[in-house]
């Protein structure tokens, strides 16, 4: 069953929003949260499916988890950064992984445990530079 967007929501403020996380628990609420504000999501639990998910799906926005069942979450940062912007989640609590990420191409980054209104504000304020490519 699909929910329509409350009435407040602005079509162009919608974004397809590509989200890369293996932890079931945690995907299905950023994906129940990401829907409710009106944007389109699509849910990939590992690395290997990121290419064809991208081809397919076409995403203006990327939430990358940075720890992976089945590859380097830094290597797919790289390559998913040139096609647009990228989040990276991390449960990581250490002074190294966030600037490892902005240089590898995220454009932020949001420590696990997050408040999925706050990772919903931050998706808001990214759908513009993810509209005209520019961060």
Not at 53 to 68: C, I
Request: zero cysteines; proline letters at 10%; glycine letters at 6%.
């Amino acid at each position: 069953m699909m929910v329509a967007p409350p009435a407040n929501i602005s079509a162009r403020l919608m974004a397809r929003v590509l989200l890369v996380e293996d932890e079931p628990n945690i995907a299905s609420i950023i994906v129940f949260k990401l829907e409710r504000e009106g944007h389109q999501v699509r849910w990939e639990s590992t690395a290997s499916a990121v290419a064809a998910a991208g081809e397919a799906f076409h995403p203006e926005l990327v939430l990358l988890d940075s720890s992976l069942p089945d590859g380097d979450p830094f290597a797919l940062l790289s390559r998913l950064a040139a096609a647009g912007p990228v989040v990276m989640m991390t449960e990581f609590r250490d002074i190294t992984t966030p600037p490892r990420a902005r240089a590898g191409g995220a454009v932020a980054t949001v420590q696990k445990p997050f408040k999925p209104t706050q990772l919903a504000r931050l998706v808001a304020q990214l759908v513009p530079a993810a509209a005209t490519g520019h961060p």
